[in-house]
């Protein structure tokens, strides 16, 4: 399995717009964060973990050149705004994406996007099969990888995680239950979101991914949905554990 970090930065993105401090105009190209998402490449198959606005800009810099599933955590415009650029893989695949996520993201596309689901349509939309997945069962995607939902708080909204094979992904939670802690043990890798270093009403901090991170005990953690407030990548990276990583967009692993 390989996962590239399309990108790692918050609702804003990082430089934030009209923002001058030290991490907005660093020189660095690990401080330039597009919107939270990822790709997960396993057995030919290509999926994808949420379609932000910078959906199009993240596939044309890795070359992507077809998508099988896109697993939706929730219903914020960071995680689903690039959804009218699926269309290209439409035409090219000759066939409506796959979409999971839990219902209430499903409602939410299904209000936003209305034009995208309605019955008679104008020719050259993007066409979507929608799929409502629920924590107490496992599914399958792109004809037989399996996905592993987990259900986790972003402050009062129900969001989801996802976890496949050795590999497990959760951005924008803030709690994450005793029984849904339990679906990461034994993960290798996983990535898990900490805005900042302080403490944020609902997102993690660095102080408290940390401390799931300690309880999960991957061999390898990845931070992600950082904030221009966490500091400079090179400065923050000194102060990690050793199996702990603050991911940059571009970033690829493989597990």
């Keep these: 399995m390989k996962v590239t970090f399309l990108g790692t930065g918050t609702s804003q993105g990082v430089p934030v717009i009209a923002c001058g401090c030290r991490v907005c105009t660093s020189g660095d190209s690990r401080d330039k964060r597009l919107r939270t998402s990822a790709l997960v490449e396993i057995g030919g198959k290509n999926i994808l973990i949420d379609m932000g606005p910078d959906f199009r800009e993240q596939m044309l810099r890795t070359r992507t050149m077809h998508l099988d599933a896109i697993l939706i955590t929730h219903h914020h415009r960071d995680h689903v705004a690039g959804i009218d650029d699926i269309r290209s893989f439409n035409y090219v695949q000759r066939k409506p994406m796959d979409i999971y996520s839990g219902p209430i993201t499903l409602d939410v596309l299904q209000r936003d996007y209305h034009y995208i689901f309605e019955k008679h349509q104008f020719s050259g939309l993007p066409e979507a099969n929608l799929f409502a997945v629920s924590k107490e069962h496992p599914f399958v995607v792109a004809g037989g990888i399996e996905v592993t939902p987990i259900a986790v708080m972003h402050k009062d909204l ?3 995680g996802y976890r496949i094979g050795d590999f ?3 951005t924008d939670a803030n709690f994450i239950s005793y029984e849904e802690m339990k679906k990461l043990h034994g993960t290798k890798a996983l990535v898990i979101n900490a805005l900042r270093k302080e403490k944020h009403f ?3 901090c660095l102080p408290e991914a940390l401390e799931v991170i300690r309880q999960v005990n991957p061999e390898k953690a990845f ?3 950082i904030s221009h407030s966490m500091g400079l990548h090179a400065e923050v990276s000194k102060e990690l554990p050793d199996n702990v990583l603050l991911a940059y967009d ?3 692993i493989e597990i």
């Design 168 to 170: 497990s992904y959760i």
């Design 223 to 225: 931070i992600t949905h």
């Design 158 to 160: 129900p969001i989801f």
């Design 250 to 252: 571009g970033l690829t």
């Design 202 to 204: 609902s997102h993690y």
